[in-house]
Nanobody, 123 residues
Framework: QVQPVESGGGLAQAGGSLTLSCVASSTYSTWMVGWFRQAPGKEREFVAV????????TYADSVKGRFTISSDYAKNTVYLQMNSLKIEDTGVYYC?????????????????WGQGTQVTVSS
């Protein structure tokens, strides 16, 4: 059973940094793993994904140059390093997994979701 489990959310000031972690066991090295987020009153939006071996890293335009996704398949863990945080980065961040080769940037393409971790950025 694939059940991603996130950790590392919290409160940060604008311009600060946070690192999220997600353990996604029972997956295979060819799977795509990554992150979506949902702000209050908004739909879930794509943030970043990668294949476990580091290939096919893809970022949303809104986070390019500020967020970095990385993965450690031996530890079944994917990370999201978030730098230069903005107030608009506030939301619940979800870890996702997908058993397929294609990079997808819409939520329906990912069958496995974690419970989410709250990230709040204040001014």
């Amino acid at each position: 059973q694939v059940q991603p489990v996130e950790s590392g959310g919290g409160l940060a000031q604008a311009g600060g940094s946070l690192t999220l972690s997600c353990v996604a066991s029972s997956t295979y090295s060819t799977w795509m793993v990554g992150w979506f987020r949902q702000a209050p009153g908004k739909e879930r939006e794509f943030v970043a994904v990668t294949r476990w071996n580091g290939e096919s890293k893809t970022y949303a335009d809104s986070v390019k140059g500020r967020f970095t996704i990385s993965s450690d398949y031996a530890k079944n863990t994917v990370y999201l390093q978030m730098n230069s945080l903005k107030i608009e980065d506030t939301g619940v961040y979800y870890c996702v997994a997908r058993n397929a080769l294609a990079v997808l940037m819409f939520a329906a393409g990912y069958p496995y979701w974690g419970q989410g971790t709250q990230v709040t950025v204040s001014s």
